[in-house]
């Protein structure tokens, strides 16, 4: 079994649909994040958290939100998808200190947004 | 900010060596990571170098120059499962992030 598991894999919405992309992780872990990947740009970090009560903006946080809704559970949702948010997502975990350990991420998500 | 560097696009033959550079500017350091990625697939972590040298593992080995702001990947006896992205990746400024290069795509041909 995956540690970090995503759900969905691939999702295809409208402009304007509410989407939630979930991650859980069984690697006990406190520190989690939301990437974006796009071709050409990298991977760019859009919120992340260190512990249920702790909540940071990334780079490029607007047009998201975050819910850490227990240790191993960490969704992203976009409230009104737009087609620039089309993208590989994906979520990472880390047990490290001021970030000097290493990501362990998920599969990914494929968003399309039509 | 921060600014990490790396070339886009790099072609290698089976059973060469390969160096894939990477810099960066930060305002603090605490360490430098190298991932691979495949098509599709989720990143990998192969080295994180904190202190200045050579750090080897295996087939591949890790550099680091602190003072130059400078690292490398080097990737020996190529294989064709080594075509992937290779990203560089450093911690942001306050130190509780990655920030990763736009990656290195690295094409291994018979």
């Known amino acids: 079994d995956a540690d970090v598991t995503q759900t969905p894999r691939n999702r295809i919405t409208k402009t304007g649909k509410r989407i939630m992309l979930e991650c859980s992780q069984t690697?006990?872990?406190?520190?989690m994040y939301w990437y974006r990947q796009d071709p050409g740009l990298g991977l760019r970090l859009i919120y992340y958290?260190?512990?249920?009560?702790?909540?940071n903006k990334g780079e490029i946080s607007d047009g998201y939100s975050v819910s850490r809704q227990a240790q191993a559970k960490f969704s992203l949702s976009l409230e009104s998808a737009i087609p620039n948010q089309t993208a590989l997502y994906f979520c990472?975990?880390?047990?490290?200190?001021?970030?000097?350990?290493?990501?362990?991420f998920g599969s990914g998500t494929q968003l399309s947004v039509l | 900010g921060q600014n990490i560097d790396q070339p886009t696009e790099m072609t290698a033959t089976e059973g060469a060596i390969v160096q894939i550079n990477c810099t960066y500017q930060?305002?603090?350091?605490?360490?430098l990571f190298w991932y691979q990625q495949h098509a599709g697939e989720a990143p990998t972590f192969l080295s994180y170098?904190?202190?200045?040298g050579l750090e080897e593992k295996g087939r591949f080995s890790s550099f680091l120059s602190r003072s130059k702001g400078y690292s490398y990947l080097l990737l020996k006896e190529l294989q064709m499962k080594d075509s992937a992205s290779y990203l560089c990746?450093?911690?942001?400024?306050?130190?509780?992030?990655?920030?990763f290069g736009k990656g290195t795509s690295l094409l291994v041909t018979p």
């Open positions: 990472a975990t880390s047990d490290g200190d001021r970030g000097g350990e290493k990501l362990f």
């Open positions: 690697k006990g872990h406190d520190r």
């Open positions: 958290s260190f512990d249920v009560k702790d909540i």
């Open positions: 930060t305002s603090g350091f605490n360490g």
């Open positions: 170098n904190v202190l200045d």
């Open positions: 990746a450093v911690p942001e400024d306050s130190g509780y992030a990655l920030n």
